[in-house]
């Protein structure tokens, strides 16, 4: 079982950042031309928010940080130190802003964990175990915030003359479906049965216009069989803190842009819960974005979703939203990877 190392590196590529943020700047510029609402004075508006909100918007994207190094130094049993793990995820954030989140930055983590020391087979399985956590975080959690919010969370938009509301419905709902369908299956794969997993796996790419795909089935299934092996036996006192850390993790996340709207416009609770709720909808929509990082897709949703609860403010938040919650990510990767490519390459450890 290999490594791409150079397929690895052409996404861990510093020169990749300017990618997304062109794209990003391109659709700000196409947004600030289109829209009569746009213009020097409402990117003045800027300067009215709140100290506090946009405090708490700082803080909620660093308690995600800091969840996510406290979740990957605990998922390898403490065998990063915080300043790896720092690396790790840094490094691991960088990778997913330069790739379509379609694709993310999965095998690139696999990569790092392993340059780190970590074996092969541990890396594999605590990378899965983060995916499976995330997808159950919005399996189990979507459905009970979209209770609480009383069936507001699909905006009303002027976009193709109300539709879109009705499309992101049918979008949402049938990529929940396929993303419950995907986590039942992996976690069942990884915990349960791996090797009727595989099994699978081979009898399906055995299909006559699946079989170019036969060999790599049978990668996956060697490396689902190798990560639950490292996984069995594992107890509740090593679960539960890393469950926990991802309810944490995407609070945080999600609360950030609370905070900053709140840093604009004065919320009701039930606001709160509907902003809240919609981002787990726009998240569905930035996922499937073939773009880095999603960006262009990203801001230009932000408007569709949450343009009610900021009058005038729109185009602002939006961009103070990608500047807090993407863009410091690229930054740091182009900063950071250096420094790693020299401390796992260059220096004996």
């Given at each position: 079982?290999?490594?791409?190392?150079?397929?690895?590196?052409?996404?861990?590529?510093?020169?990749?950042?300017?990618?997304?943020?062109?794209?990003?700047?391109?659709?700000?510029?196409?947004?600030?031309?289109?829209?009569?609402?746009?213009?020097?004075?409402?990117?003045?508006?800027?300067?009215?928010?709140?100290?506090?909100?946009?405090?708490?918007?700082?803080?909620?994207?660093?308690?995600?940080?800091?969840?996510?190094?406290?979740?990957?130094?605990?998922?390898?049993?403490?065998?990063?130190?915080?300043?790896?793990?720092?690396?790790?995820?840094?490094?691991?954030?960088?990778?997913?802003?330069?790739?379509?989140?379609?694709?993310?930055?999965?095998?690139?983590?696999?990569?790092?964990?392993?340059?780190?020391?970590?074996?092969?087979?541990?890396?594999?399985?605590?990378?899965?175990?983060?995916?499976?956590?995330?997808?159950?975080?919005?399996?189990?959690?979507?459905?009970?915030?979209?209770?609480?919010?009383?069936?507001?969370?699909?905006?009303?938009?002027?976009?193709?003359?109300?539709?879109?509301?009705?499309?992101?419905?049918?979008?949402?709902?049938?990529?929940?479906?396929?993303?419950?369908?995907?986590?039942?299956?992996?976690?069942?794969?990884?915990?349960?049965?791996?090797?009727?997993?595989?099994?699978?796996?081979?009898?399906?790419?055995?299909?006559?216009?699946?079989?170019?795909?036969?060999?790599?089935?049978?990668?996956?299934?060697?490396?689902?069989?190798?990560?639950?092996?490292?996984?069995?036996?594992?107890?509740?006192?090593?679960?539960?803190?890393?469950?926990?850390?991802?309810?944490?993790?995407?609070?945080?996340?999600?609360?950030?842009?609370?905070?900053?709207?709140?840093?604009?416009?004065?919320?009701?609770?039930?606001?709160?819960?509907?902003?809240?709720?919609?981002?787990?909808?726009?998240?569905?929509?930035?996922?499937?974005?073939?773009?880095?990082?999603?960006?262009?897709?990203?801001?230009?949703?932000?408007?569709?979703?949450?343009?009610?609860?900021?009058?005038?403010?729109?185009?602002?938040?939006?961009?103070?939203?990608?500047?807090?919650?993407?863009y410091p990510y690229l930054i740091l990767g182009a900063i950071f990877l250096p420094k790693w490519i020299?401390?796992?390459?260059?220096?004996?450890?």
């Open positions: 079982m290999k490594l791409d190392n150079k397929k690895i590196f052409e996404t861990l590529n510093p020169n990749k950042v300017w990618v997304p943020v062109l794209i990003g700047l391109g659709i700000v510029f196409l947004m600030f031309y289109l829209d009569p609402n746009v213009n020097a004075k409402t990117l003045r508006g800027v300067f009215d928010a709140s100290f506090l909100g946009i405090f708490l918007a700082v803080i909620f994207i660093l308690f995600r940080d800091v969840g996510y190094v406290y979740r990957i130094r605990t998922i390898t049993d403490k065998k990063l130190t915080w300043v790896r793990a720092i690396y790790v995820i840094i490094l691991w954030e960088f990778a997913s802003a330069v790739t379509p989140s379609i694709v993310g930055g999965t095998a690139v983590a696999i990569f790092i964990l392993n340059k780190e020391g970590i074996k092969l087979g541990k890396a594999i399985a605590y990378v899965m175990v983060t995916a499976i956590l995330d997808n159950l975080f919005f399996v189990i959690g979507a459905p009970i915030i979209l209770f609480l919010a009383k069936g507001e969370i699909f905006p009303a938009s002027r976009v193709m003359e109300m539709r879109l509301g009705n499309s992101l419905e049918i979008l949402f709902w049938s990529s929940y479906g396929l993303y419950t369908l995907y986590s039942v299956v992996m976690a069942a794969a990884l915990f349960y049965r791996p090797r009727v997993f595989k099994w699978v796996l081979l009898k399906i790419s055995s299909i006559k216009w699946l079989v170019k795909w036969k060999h790599a089935a049978h990668e996956y299934g060697n490396q689902i069989i190798e990560a639950s092996k490292e996984l069995k036996g594992k107890k509740k006192d090593y679960w539960l803190p890393i469950i926990g850390a991802t309810i944490f993790i995407w609070s945080s996340r999600y609360l950030m842009l609370n905070a900053l709207i709140s840093a604009y416009e004065s919320l009701s609770w039930t606001e709160h819960i509907i902003i809240f709720a919609r981002q787990v909808i726009m998240w569905i929509v930035m996922m499937i974005s073939p773009t880095p990082g999603s960006s262009g897709t990203a801001e230009f949703f932000f408007s569709q979703f949450f343009r009610e609860f900021l009058s005038g403010y729109t185009f602002v938040t939006s961009i103070l939203w990608r500047m807090l919650s993407y020299r401390h796992v390459f260059f220096k004996k450890k």
